[in-house]
């Protein structure tokens, strides 16, 4: 027997039984986007397993692996978590889409226009679903359109949506190469793609997209790729990082000293603190203006419980 021989482990590959029935299932997104994972490599045992390099695997017990792995996740260390990977094909509208392809720590295949006829479908918005933009938040929104508004919309939502692909689909029958044939198709037209990342930035992804101040078709994504999937595949970690990061609340060291001043009951003082920072200013008429920075903060502080009358402070 060579040296090789006497050297080789016999290992099997991580099989996660949850995750085995989610194999080719296909999660309904929006009106007509998917997703569907399509492999997946390593579990919360193989997180576990890196950051040990070695163990006797009849000795540890899962609440050892679980204080393990929420001990990773409360001090970032990552490495652990990029020895887990997925492979997911997910149908998305291509606007959605610009935003999810700017998370270039995966791996991305897409369909190709180039090569194929586009897909023949595209994201509608409902007459109740069409969105207000924010007052506060540039790239945001806060309230819906009054439906009788909504209604028209949507009715020429769907006659332009019509039209385009009447008139892609033209150039396409009178040899229009489809390279140049596509330069009109609406940013509502779903586009498919296989990607594939590491846990960790996978985390990163659902910090951003889950949030609730993300873009409702996005979140939409990221829910179902978070609930439905990643929470079966490695749930301890899935735990870890829904109590650090997804549900936490991050405090900067000015907020830090704020709140500090509002415990003891210094107000005042608080007040006075961001004035000093330029975060709270005056106007003419003598009004207190607040910063987006100051605005955040008191977010988190009524998450928190604490109270302050900011617009009479």
Known sequence: ????????????????????????????????????????????????QAARI?????????NEDRGLIRYLMRHHHTTPFEMCEIKLHVRVPMDCWRQWIRHRTASVNEYSTRYSIAIDSVQTTKQGGWRKQSSHNKQGSDSFLDTK?????????????????????????????????????????????YWKIDLHNLF???ALRMDSHAQHEI????????????????????????????NSTHLSQIETEVLKYLINQNSAEAKAYLFSLGLLTLDSAGQINRSREVIEMQSKFNALGVQLDWENW
């Open 1 to 48: 027997m060579s040296s090789n021989d006497n050297d080789s482990e016999n290992l099997s590959r991580t099989i996660v039984p949850e995750m085995e029935d989610l194999l080719g299932r296909s999660f309904a997104v929006l009106d007509d986007g998917f997703i569907r994972v399509i492999d997946y490599m390593g579990s919360d045992e193989s997180i576990v």
């Open 219 to 246: 979140r939409s994504y990221a829910n179902v790729i978070g609930n439905e999937i990643v929470r079966k595949w490695c749930p301890l970690a899935w735990n870890a990082f829904s109590d650090y990061r997804l």
């Open 149 to 193: 508004i909504g209604r028209l919309l949507s009715a020429k939502e769907e006659r332009l949506h019509h039209h385009i692909r009447v008139a892609y689909e033209e150039r396409i029958k009178k040899g229009v190469a489809r390279e140049q044939a596509r330069k009109d198709l609406p940013l509502s037209t779903y586009t498919e793609a």
């Open 54 to 62: 070695s163990y006797g695997k009849g000795t540890r017990r899962i």
């Open 204 to 206: 990163h992804f659902l």
